[in-house]
């Protein structure tokens, strides 16, 4: 049927700041989905309290509500505009729970606001794990023997009947919050009561715990008419056991039979038809026994669910995008395939690769967390990756961790400890893959191996062809190696560094000429949902070494955007943001605009939001094909994070351009002698400091620079490693421990300023003039990292004096690095005196949040001043803001309930909020800036 006229506005709710559990694949599904709804000509308002996400932008939405996500503020919202009908399901559980709060509240009823894309008996059936149970008990469908539990007493009559080992499953909790598995009698007590005190209603699943099954995923999309189709079958390398967000994860299914998939297939769409009436995207959970392929189901989630942007970036089909336009009314096969744009949406994509999700992990920044995985997710990020076979794109989805991983092993950071592999390997944690290759490595039997991890057999024998291939690589030098034998190494995903290292005795780029003279280059492939069935004109690309190349380069004036890759503590959603606005910047500037990025949650990597799309690591090897395909004007690399920022030198040396600030000019803020030169030439304070390689010289630096001290390495993100000590012993043992995680850095010895307040300054120069967009001043003293502080836009407290130094030095350093584009700085203030405590010249983390509070959009100025196409002077900026903006840090402490919540010099929080405040007399304000007294008075 055609859409519903009666529906001209709608309000769409975000899923708030980043925590695990519920991350940026909603901000992507949300953005999406509100271009798809502007698309009809429908006015969208969008309320979500993050500042961070592209989400919050005038470029996503007709009006952005940047608000707590409450019923109060959904009420300001409808008593100010006209809504007809309110889009819950792009937000996560965040929203569905305050769309269920207001229908309760009579909210909805009282506007006249229809609630589109869900149905709440649906979410109640789903979300109440014992109605969901006795459903699938009525449909026929198996379900795990188990019972629910609102106290101890049944919960304990519950755990007597079934045995152990079981599963804890809390009702209305995300990211598996509060559950877990109990393997012992002696554990049972402990993990209920954590189970009944997650759950918002005191209710448990107790539920014999399959471990060892096979787990799989289906992305369905549902019609007002009940046709349905299944947009991606998601096989999770991990066996039951593991949260799905934890799970490593391929698409297609590798080791599912047609028989099985088909009734899978047909259960989930018994499954959705009896759960209520509602049209939109939804996910639907099963495991299966290796055995005997008898299927049991585990959930559904009503809704665009995490995996909905991985499937979304895996077959090419924007589920998002078609689900908002299904809740309008609008029946799938009256829609266009938005990728081939001649066939219909109603069809199952075709994919002719195998795409891998590999999850991030930050336990470093969790001293003495439990890293053992289960059923509650502790990842903060993902990787992706395409290949044209299972090995490929494994060891491509290695690549683009950035965690000093050249590949699946071979490239000297294996073990061949046999207790340490086997404990990996029976109790996973975030590196169980790497010590999976060891295991063959060493010559643990394929057999042995299984019955440790229960992985499925298959994925085994693909590790085992890859250490085979090593054996035969590392017979040969690079001059006898054959070119089948290189081209093989290839197709199988190995970097050049992994083969260099195999061959010994020659480097990576020696490979890389070996490989380029004997005509073995990358092609790059089309995602276009079709498997080339149809034409399609998708400008989406994977690179591989099998068959003709599909990406045609154009004549046009091209730029690369370098992607900030997986989020992780330190380097989240913000710079992702940035790289969308330099996006829009190239092509308004009338550039081609090329993202070359790997992360699947982010709206960077949509089909439709670059030019050319390039889902490749953020790693050398990769974009070097890529430019050398492409050949661009140049390449910008300051809105990517330290990721794209360590490529610079690289970049540099190979002569390729990098857009605005010059790789010179950037590493100057990382050469701490230079830039301390720098600072006494223009006469700016700063702490004083030294650069040690070993202890020994660090130790000395301490002493002569004065206790306490702040150690840190160089180049990193995110206060990684940072540590404030206070004697000789701390400093070599800190030191010992940072050379020890990052062989080959030099670490830096500054004097630290107890007690001293922060502030910092954020600056777009185009070498001729300069504006500061933002000065905050942070509520936390100076040694809690600064994005762990609150922030507050412009400074309260400061002195007249203090902020005209600090625009005054943010000028100096502005002209006198060179900077053509974004500049960050980082201030201590003590006795009125201001240090400079660093520089950084790239988006910052708290740029997003500026332009949100100033309502202007400074990054797509600043990627035009980097372009060379804008001065300053030809802007009008005019910021909006009256009054206070605060960025709130956010914090996922509840995942890691035996960690220390102390804050320091490190960074630890997960995303961040905002908060307007007319003025100083405001209620939260007071409370915040009691806090700052607090921190100073200590």
């Known amino acids: 049927m055609p859409r519903d006229k009666s529906i001209q506005s709608v309000l769409i709710i975000g899923s708030g700041p980043i925590i695990i559990g519920q991350a940026c694949e909603f901000d992507y599904s949300g953005s999406q989905a509100s271009r798809s709804l502007r698309e009809e000509g429908i006015e969208v308002s969008l309320i979500n309290s993050n500042p961070a996400t592209i ?33 819950p399901t792009m937000g996560g559980q965040t929203a569905l729970n305050l769309a269920i709060e207001a229908e309760e509240l009579g909210i909805w009823e009282k506007y006249g606001v229809k609630m589109i894309g869900v149905d709440t008996k649906a979410i109640e059936t789903t979300e109440n794990r014992e109605a969901f149970r006795q459903l699938m008990i009525k449909l026929g469908i198996g379900v795990a023997t188990s019972g629910t539990a609102n106290s101890y007493l049944e919960g304990k009559e519950i755990a007597q009947k079934i045995g152990y080992p079981l599963v804890i499953r809390p009702s209305y909790t995300l990211g598996g919050y509060g559950g877990g598995f109990v393997k012992r009698k002696e554990d049972f007590d402990e993990a209920l009561r954590r189970g009944l005190e997650a759950s918002p209603t005191h209710e448990v699943l107790v539920e014999q715990a399959v471990l060892g099954w096979k787990e799989f995923e289906l992305e369905v999309l ?123 949406a109603f069809f199952e994509p075709a994919i002719d690769y195998v795409i891998i999700k590999i999850p991030r992990w930050n336990f470093d920044k969790f001293k003495g967390a439990e890293k053992e995985l289960g059923l509650q997710m502790k990842s903060v990020g993902e990787v992706m990756a395409i290949g044209r076979n299972f090995q490929e794109a494994l060891q491509k989805a290695c690549q683009s961790l950035e965690i000093r991983k050249f590949g699946l092993g071979a490239d000297g950071t294996g073990t061949r400890n046999i207790d340490e592999i086997t404990s990996s390997l029976e109790n996973p944690s975030w590196d169980r893959l790497f010590h999976l290759k060891d295991a063959v490595e060493i010559g643990i039997p394929l057999t042995s191996i299984q019955k440790l991890t229960r992985i499925d057999r298959w994925y085994l024998e693909q590790v085992q062809d890859l250490v085979n291939t090593e054996k035969e690589i590392k017979r040969y030098s690079l001059d006898t190696i054959s070119v089948d034998l290189l081209s093989s190494a290839k197709k199988k995903g190995y970097s050049d560094y992994q083969i260099a290292y195999l061959l010994k005795n020659c480097t990576e780029d020696d490979v890389f000429a070996k490989r380029m003279a004997s005509g073995i280059k990358r092609v790059f492939k089309m995602v276009d949902t079709c498997s080339g069935e149809f034409p399609s004109p998708t400008n989406y690309f994977y690179s591989t070494f099998d068959g003709e190349n599909e990406s045609v380069s154009t004549d046009r004036k091209k730029v690369v955007v370098l992607g900030s890759g997986p989020n992780r503590i330190g380097q989240g959603i913000e710079f992702d943001y940035s790289c969308v606005h330099g996006l829009l910047a190239a092509k308004e500037s009338g550039y081609e605009a090329i993202m070359i990025n790997c992360n699947p949650e982010t709206v960077s990597t949509d089909f439709d939001m670059a030019d050319k799309l390039y889902f490749e690591p953020v790693y050398w090897e990769h974009i070097y094909e890529i430019i050398q395909h492409e050949k661009p004007e140049g390449v910008i690399v300051q809105l990517g994070g330290q990721t794209a920022l360590k490529l610079a030198e690289k970049l540099e040396a190979h002569g390729i351009k990098i857009i605005g600030t010059s790789y010179k000019d950037m590493d100057m803020s990382e050469d701490r002698g230079l830039f301390s030169d720098l600072l006494k030439e223009l006469d700016i304070p700063y702490p004083k400091y030294g650069v040690a390689e070993t202890a020994e010289e660090a130790v000395k630096i301490a002493n002569e620079v004065g206790y ?32 020890g995680d990052l062989p080959g850095n030099r670490v830096l010895i500054d004097h630290f300023l107890d007690r001293a307040e922060e502030a910092e300054c954020d600056v777009i120069c185009d070498g001729e003039s300069y504006h500061v967009i933002g000065m905050m001043e942070h509520i936390e003293p100076a040694g809690i ?28 350093l502005a002209f006198n690095m060179n900077i053509r584009g974004l500049l960050n700085i980082q201030f201590a203030i003590k006795d009125e005196k201001v240090y400079v405590i660093e520089a950084n010249p ?65 960074m630890k929080s997960t995303g961040e909020a905002i908060l307007f405040v007319k003025d100083t007399k405001d209620p939260e304000f007071r409370e915040i800036y009691s806090k700052k007294s607090m921190y100073l008075s200590k």
């Open 55 to 87: 989400m919050t932008d005038k470029v996503t939405a007709d009006h952005i509500y940047l608000l707590p996500l409450t019923v109060q503020s959904i009420e300001k919202i409808l008593s100010e505009r006209k809504i007809d009908a309110v889009l």
């Open 222 to 344: 549902r019609d007002s008419d009940n046709n349905m189709t299944v947009i991606c079958t998601i096989e999770n390398f991990d066996p039951m056991g593991i949260h799905t967000g934890d799970s490593i994860t391929i698409a297609p299914a590798m080791t599912l039979s047609d028989t099985c998939f088909q009734k899978m297939r047909d259960l989930s769409f018994q499954m959705l038809r009896a759960i209520g009436k509602f049209a939109g995207g939804c996910n639907v959970q099963f495991a299966v026994n290796p055995e005997n392929e008898d299927i049991i189901a585990i959930e559904i989630n009503p809704r665009v669910s995490r995996s909905s942007a991985l499937a979304s970036k895996a077959t090419g089909y924007p589920i998002a995008k078609i689900a908002a336009k299904l809740a309008l009314g609008y029946n799938l096969h009256e829609l266009k395939n938005p990728v081939t744009k001649t066939t219909s």
């Open 708 to 739: 306490p001290v702040l150690v840190r390495p160089s180049y990193v993100l995110g206060g990684q490693g940072m540590k404030i000590v206070i004697n000789d012993e701390e400093v070599e043992s800190a030191v010992i421990a940072l050379l």
């Open 785 to 812: 990292h600064s994005g762990d502080s609150s922030a507050v836009l412009p400074p309260f407290s400061l002195s007249e004096n203090v902020k005209a130094l600090m625009e005054e030095y943010s000028q100096k």
């Open 842 to 906: 790239r988006a910052s983390r708290t740029v997003p949040f500026i332009c949100k509070a100033h309502d202007v959009p400074y990054i797509n100025i600043a990627a035009k001043v980097m372009l060379g196409v804008n001065k300053l002077k030809d802007f009008d900026i005019k910021p909006k803001l009256s009054g206070f903006a605060i960025k709130l840090p956010v914090f996922s402490f509840h995942k890691f309930p035996n960690v220390s919540r102390e804050l320091g010099p490190e």
